[in-house]
T-cell receptor, first 112, second 113 residues
Framework: GQNIDQPTEMTATEGAIVQINCTYQTSGFNGLFWYQQHAGEAPTFLSYNVLDGLEEKGRFSSFLSRSKGYSYLLLKELQMKDSASYLCAVRDWGNQGGKLIFGQGTELSVKP | DSGVTQTPKHLITATGQRVTLRCSPRSGDLSVYWYQQSLDQGLQFLIQYYNGEERAKGNILERFSAQQFPDLHSELNLSSLELGDSALYFC????????????FGPGTRLTVT
């Protein structure tokens, strides 16, 4: 089976750092993705990890540990516009295609 | 703007009816993906087409079908609609079949009454 867990909601302060965790259990694994989704809008791609380690992209970083089935998204220098839902997704290799299994998302609220 | 277009933006219809949602991928993208997002189920993968052929399938109901045309646009057909089919339907596209970076369209909000 496939299962992806992430916290339902988090709150952080503007200018701070926040870490959103994601754990997964899948029958096949070929990459982990993070997407950002503002309310009522389309998800937008943030990051992709297929090997263990940290990928940094500006204020956003994503980490993967395949042996632990664990990833996190790190957001630095938080801005009010970062208030959104953050979706963790795993690509299922067994399907030979681009099938992504999404978690329920973490609703991040950034307070002044 | 991701470059993926979806029509219509909103659709209100009655139970038992049939609707067609349309998606045009970004220029140059060969894959199209369909997702359903409801409050209780989150974002669920339905189906992927790559260059006109079905590539991957999720938990798509038998009442739902899709296809990708030679010009690479795609349509998702939903029939015998039920109240539970009310959701946001997203289309995404990627340059190849691996789906490593998927660009999502603005979505079609379907309300079944």
């Amino acid at each position: 089976g496939q299962n992806i867990d992430q916290p339902t909601e988090m709150t952080a302060t503007e200018g701070a750092i926040v870490q959103i965790n994601c754990t997964y259990q899948t029958s096949g694994f070929n990459g982990l993705f993070w997407y950002q989704q503002h309310a009522g809008e389309a998800p937008t791609f943030l990051s992709y990890n297929v090997l263990d380690g940290l990928e940094e992209k500006g204020r956003f970083s994503s980490f993967l540990s395949r042996s632990k089935g664990y990833s996190y998204l790190l957001l630095k220098e938080l801005q009010m516009k970062d208030s959104a839902s953050y979706l963790c997704a795993v690509r299922d290799w067994g399907n030979q295609g681009g099938k992504l299994i999404f978690g329920q998302g973490t609703e991040l609220s950034v307070k002044p | 703007d991701s470059g993926v277009t979806q029509t219509p933006k909103h659709l209100i219809t009655a139970t038992g009816q049939r609707v067609t949602l349309r998606c045009s991928p970004r220029s140059g993208d060969l894959s199209v993906y369909w997702y359903q997002q409801s409050l209780d189920q989150g974002l669920q993968f339905l189906i992927q087409y790559y260059n006109g052929e079905e590539r991957a399938k999720g938990n798509i109901l038998e009442r739902f079908s899709a296809q990708q045309f030679p010009d690479l646009h795609s349509e998702l057909n939903l029939s015998s609609l039920e109240l539970g089919d009310s959701a946001l339907y997203f289309c995404a596209s990627s340059v190849d079949g691996r789906g490593l970076e998927q660009y999502f369209g603005p979505g079609t909000r379907l309300t079944v009454t």
